[in-house]
């Protein structure tokens, strides 16, 4: 038998794990992204893999961008105008586990970016923390994409 207070720490435990698990939005580098309403369904996924990189879009898409990090900061627009933020960035923390130490930023920052006029765009972020107090090296601690808004 399990004495009370000894139950009463581990269900404490448990459910804060499952607080932090819960702001996931359990979507992984490569999953499948679902468009936001009024975007026309069409969804253009993008992460650190797309970076340094020009990617076409046709206007009227949406660009998520996710970045495997709690330690970058929103991604910025170059020319709003052209490519929209759709509200603010989200951040979501993961529950320290296996492939996560503590103070290592793992969890998502999402962006949502909506193409409204043909032209050259590009989306930035910026880090200067690789991991509790751990500096980036240089080529850690910027991000950038290019995008082209072309006509549909």
Known sequence: MIPWRSAAGLLLTLVTLAGCASGSTGAGPGAPASPPSGSGGRTASLDEH???STVSVPRGTTVLLTL?????APPRSSAPALLQPLGGATSS???????C????????VVS???ALRGG???????RTSCGEAMAC????????????????
Request: net charge positive; aromatic share 8%; with cysteine.
């Open 137 to 152: 090296r240089p080529a850690e601690r910027t991000f950038r994409v290019t995008v082209v808004v072309t006509a549909p």
């Open 50 to 52: 797309a970076a340094g």
């Open 112 to 114: 949502r970016f909506l």
């Open 93 to 99: 923390a993961a529950a320290v586990g296996p492939g």
């Open 120 to 126: 050259r765009v590009t989306l930035s972020s910026a």
């Open 101 to 108: 130490r503590p103070g290592a930023g793992c969890g998502t």
């Open 68 to 72: 495997h990090s709690t330690y970058w």
